[in-house]
């Protein structure tokens, strides 16, 4: 699996998301999600990798663009 854009974001709680890219989302297996050491739950963003992802958890994501 060749991805352009790859990103894991610590979300607290011993948790981690993996953002690859959306073209790819359909063929992360979970090898790559148990490749992530030191969290006890890695999930895979069904989204993929967005720019600018962890903006829309805020009060008002627009104004942060």
Known sequence: LAARDLRVRDLGDDVA???VDAALVPQ???ELL???PGFARVELDPR???SG???ELLPDPVRYR
């Open 17 to 19: 998301r993996v953002e």
């Open 28 to 30: 992360v297996g979970p």
């Open 34 to 36: 148990a490749a992530v």
């Open 48 to 50: 993929g990798f967005r």
């Open 53 to 55: 992802a962890m903006n």
